[in-house]
Structure formats: C-alpha cells, structure tokens
C-alpha cells in the first residue's frame, strides 16, 4: 500500500471485478465490507489513546472512512470476496458473467389511450 495514488484502484479483468482498497493506517479488524443492492460499501473506523511518558496526559482521536463502489451488472455479487493482500491493501473480488449484461438502452413504445 505504499506510494498511494488513489484510495480504491479498479485492477478488474475481463473475467473478474476486482478493486483494491488502500486505507493507510487502518486494520483489517477496524475494515468492514457490505453488499447493499449494485454498491459495495467500505467503511474503516479506528480509535486509538495516547498519554505521556510520565503519564499526566492522555488523548483519544478516532477516525472513520467510508466509500462506495458501483458494482457493473455482469459482476456475481453472491461470489463477492474480500482479502488482506500480501502489500496490506484490501482486495474485493468476483467473477464476471457477461450473460448478466442487461441492455443500457432501448426505446419504449409510445402507447395512445
């Protein structure tokens, strides 16, 4: 996850849908990943406390991040995985059915009543 360029890369493949994730600084134990009808949602929230070498002062500071993907119609959402890289990264991944394209366009007949 080093040299970040852009937080979610689109690294799909003709035959799989296949993002990563980089939420520098967060565990996998402060991700969570959710289907919510064609958007994938990723959310990190962390919280973490510091005090003082001598122990006078204490801080708390908290984060929260979360984006949304679109997921393509061809993409098998019930086959939607998720994995920690080797790098760090967060990677969600499933296969492709271009049987599931479903037309973009077409014209309606217009109807007389």
């Known amino acids: 996850c080093e040299e970040i360029k852009q937080e979610i890369e689109d690294i799909s493949k003709e035959d799989e849908f296949k993002i ?21 949602i990723v959310e990190g929230t962390r919280k973490s406390q510091y005090a003082s070498e001598s122990g006078n002062t204490q801080s708390v500071s908290s984060g929260y991040i979360s984006r949304t993907v679109r997921l393509p119609l061809e993409v098998q959402s ?29 014209k309606l007949q217009i109807e007389t009543s």
Do not use: M, Q, W
């Open 20 to 40: 990563k994730v980089h939420f520098k600084g967060y565990n996998p134990n402060e991700l969570s990943v959710r289907v919510a009808e064609n958007n994938i």
């Open 78 to 106: 019930d086959k939607l995985r998720a994995v920690i890289a080797s790098d760090g990264c967060l990677e969600i991944f499933a296969p492709k059915d271009p049987n599931r394209v479903r037309p973009t366009e077409r």
